[in-house]
């Protein structure tokens, strides 16, 4: 079994930052692919950004630049610096593992990520 949780999600003015972090336990062994998705209201999910072996990682184009994702591999905790926000990046964001054990590129495939967090809530206002 495998727990992610999500935390630091809030409301900011445009151009503000937040940071977002994921906690994961349980079996995590050799598991080392994660991502950040998200999803506001009315769309579907969508990639933000994922990490692989050797710290490898990947971004959706339209957050190059603004999203930052980072591993402490030592407490197994993903990261998700966001600055410059705009009211697009409003949405639900979710942490995911992908359940491969062994070698994994980064990839931002919703479908092949196994286990979801609960979510956190991400408000940008103009």
């Known amino acids: 079994q495998v727990h992610l949780r999500e935390s630091g999600g809030g409301s900011v003015q445009t151009g503000g930052s937040l940071r977002l972090s994921c906690a994961s336990s349980g079996d995590t062994d050799s598991r080392y692919c994660m991502a950040w998705f998200r999803q506001a209201p009315g769309t579907g999910r969508q990639g933000v950004a994922g990490?692989?072996?050797?710290?490898?990682?990947t971004y959706a184009e339209s957050v190059k630049g603004r999203l930052t994702l980072s591993k402490d591999w030592a407490t197994k905790t993903l990261f998700l610096q966001m600055d410059n926000l705009s009211p697009e990046d409003t949405a639900v964001y979710y942490c995911a593992l992908d359940g491969t054990r062994g070698y994994c590129e980064p990839h931002l495939d919703g479908s092949r990520y196994n286990y979801w967090g609960q979510g956190a809530q991400v408000t940008v206002s103009s």
């Open positions: 990490t692989g072996n050797y710290g490898r990682i």
